[in-house]
Each structure stands twice: as C-alpha cells, then as structure tokens.
Nanobody
Framework: VQLQASGGGLVQAGGSLRLSCAAS????????MGWFRQAPGKEREFVAA????????YIADDVRGRFTISRDNAKNTVDLQLNSLKPEDTAVYYC????????????????WGQGTQVTVSS
C-alpha cells in the first residue's frame, strides 16, 4: 500500500490550499482515510477522516467550517480542502488509512503517507 500526499505550500493567512492523497496497492473498501497534522514540537493531531465506503466524514472541531474532506473513487484519491487558513494551521499534513472505526486515533492507522508541508504566513 502506498499513500502519496501532495499539495502543500506557503500561503498567506486567509488563503486556501487543496491537499491530495493518492492511494494505491489495494482496494480501500471498508477503510477509513484520515488526515493528520504535526506542528514543530507538538504531537500529531487528527484533522479529518472519511469512510471510503459510504463517504461519511469526520472533522476536528478546530477546523470544522474551514476544512472539508472528500474522496474520488475513480481516481483513488482523498482530498483535503483547506480554507481560511491561519498561522496555527502550519504543520506537516499526513494522510493515513485504517481498516477500522477509530478515525481520530492515529495509533489505529495501518498505513501512512510521507507528509506535505503547509506553511501559513501572517
């Protein structure tokens, strides 16, 4: 299984970015696809997740209303749209996959991508 995250970059506060996670190596039916982020000196934290089957979404409280997650079954990608970005959103963003239900628990995820840097300037 390979997860390839892309789309990070440098953006001013209030701007937007779209991250994409390309998934390959197996079918992901029944999987939960998640996005996490880790800022320097901080623990990795849950951002958003989506069920590959059915499309149910879960968004962390501090980004709800600004970030949205979606999937494209045909392309095998999971996207994270980041709007109204703030300097505190600066972090490395990781995509991950798990066959399970514990969408906000990073320890439950089986596969991880390499991360993409998001930097928001004030």
């Amino acid at each position: 299984v390979q997860l390839q995250a892309s789309g990070g970059g440098l953006v001013q506060a209030g701007g937007s970015l779209r991250l994409s996670c390309a998934a390959s190596g197996r079918t992901f039916s029944g999987y939960v696809m998640g996005w996490f982020r880790q800022a320097p000196g901080k623990e990795r934290e849950f951002v958003a997740a989506i069920r590959w089957t059915g499309g149910s979404t879960y968004i962390a409280d501090d980004v709800r209303g600004r970030f949205t997650i979606s999937r494209d079954n045909a392309k095998n990608t999971v996207d994270l749209q980041l709007n109204s970005l703030k300097p505190e959103d600066t972090a490395v963003y990781y995509c991950a996959a798990q066959f399970g239900w514990y969408y906000s628990d990073s320890a439950r995820y089986d596969y991880w991508g390499q991360g993409t840097q998001v930097t928001v300037s004030s």
